[in-house]
């Protein structure tokens, strides 16, 4: 055969030499670097944003409160809830727009809404006779127990204010009332339970569910109405919000 030439070059390696584990690491570092600063960007940026549109609904929660303001010193009661509601929409717990539809809610009647908008205070009510219309609101709505310690919380945060002394009257009046309320309703409650397991122990079937019902729609119709005076007396005081 032929002789191959001894000057030929060599064929050239199919494989590559293996990379070195310390490039690899580094690489990896590298690499898991720019993703933790990419990572912390996005963050950042998130948060400008989040930030941004706090500072917007802030000032225009500002903007609404004002028209409210406006509103209500016109006379416009419902213009100024409804600019209210706006404001809720956007920050639930503002505490200023609870406080006035609180208000609004209870010389309304509707006292399960003036609740509703007192329980979201974060803090006591800026105007003090506020506490003094949840109190009614609990009172009216079967809750003696609730409505005893709102006026106490009230009388203590009044103490020594000629400005509320006529609130601060009714007010322990309506304490005594509601107690004995409480006490009324405690008993009534415990009857009904033993009444109830008296007669699943001794009456029919037919005869317990008759008298159960009987008594547990006597308690109710008490819970319902509430101490009878409170809801006449409570509301007319002639009280005037600092709106």
């Given at each position: 055969?032929?002789?191959?030439?001894?000057?030929?070059?060599?064929?050239?390696?199919?494989?590559?030499?293996?990379?070195?584990?310390?490039?690899?690491?580094?690489?990896?570092?590298s690499?898991?670097?720019?993703?933790?600063?990419?990572?912390?960007?996005?963050?950042?940026?998130?948060?400008?944003?989040?930030?941004?549109?706090?500072?917007?609904?802030?000032?225009?929660?500002?903007?609404?409160?004002?028209?409210?303001?406006?509103e209500?010193?016109?006379?416009q009661?419902?213009?100024?809830?409804?600019?209210?509601?706006?404001?809720?929409?956007?920050?639930?717990?503002?505490?200023?727009?609870?406080?006035?539809?609180?208000?609004?809610?209870?010389?309304?009647?509707?006292?399960?809404?003036c609740?509703?908008?007192?329980?979201?205070?974060?803090?006591?009510?800026?105007?003090p006779?506020?506490?003094?219309?949840?109190?009614?609101?609990?009172?009216?709505?079967?809750?003696?127990?609730?409505?005893?310690?709102?006026?106490?919380?009230?009388?203590?945060?009044?103490?020594?204010?000629?400005?509320?002394?006529?609130?601060?009257?009714?007010a322990?009046?309506?304490?005594?009332?509601?107690s004995?309320?409480?006490?009324?309703?405690?008993?009534?409650?415990?009857?009904?339970?033993?009444?109830?397991?008296?007669?699943?122990a001794?009456?029919?079937?037919?005869?317990?569910?008759?008298?159960?019902?009987?008594?547990?729609?006597?308690?109710?119709?008490?819970?319902?109405?509430?101490?009878?005076?409170?809801?006449?007396?409570?509301?007319?005081?002639?009280?005037?919000?600092?709106?």
């Amino acid at each position: 055969g032929q002789a191959v030439p001894s000057d030929a070059a060599p064929r050239k390696r199919l494989i590559d030499p293996p990379v070195p584990l310390e490039n690899v690491l580094e690489s990896a570092e590298s690499m898991s670097g720019r993703a933790r600063r990419a990572q912390k960007t996005k963050q950042r940026e998130r948060l400008k944003r989040s930030q941004k549109t706090r500072r917007a609904d802030a000032l225009h929660c500002a903007d609404l409160f004002d028209e409210a303001r406006f509103e209500w010193e016109r006379g416009q009661h419902e213009v100024a809830r409804r600019l209210l509601d706006k404001i809720l929409r956007l920050r639930p717990s503002h505490h200023a727009a609870n406080e006035w539809l609180a208000d609004l809610a209870f010389r309304d009647g509707a006292y399960v809404d003036c609740l509703t908008h007192f329980d979201r205070l974060q803090h006591a009510p800026s105007w003090p006779p506020l506490t003094h219309y949840a109190a009614v609101a609990a009172g009216n709505v079967g809750a003696p127990d609730r409505a005893v310690a709102l006026l106490t919380a009230f009388l203590s945060d009044t103490t020594g204010s000629a400005a509320f002394e006529a609130q601060r009257n009714h007010a322990s009046k309506l304490v005594q009332l509601w107690s004995k309320a409480a006490r009324q309703i405690a008993r009534t409650k415990k009857a009904a339970h033993t009444a109830r397991k008296a007669s699943a122990a001794s009456v029919s079937p037919k005869a317990t569910t008759r008298s159960t019902r009987q008594t547990s729609a006597g308690l109710l119709d008490f819970e319902a109405r509430g101490p009878e005076p409170a809801k006449a007396s409570a509301p007319s005081l002639g009280l005037d919000s600092p709106w």
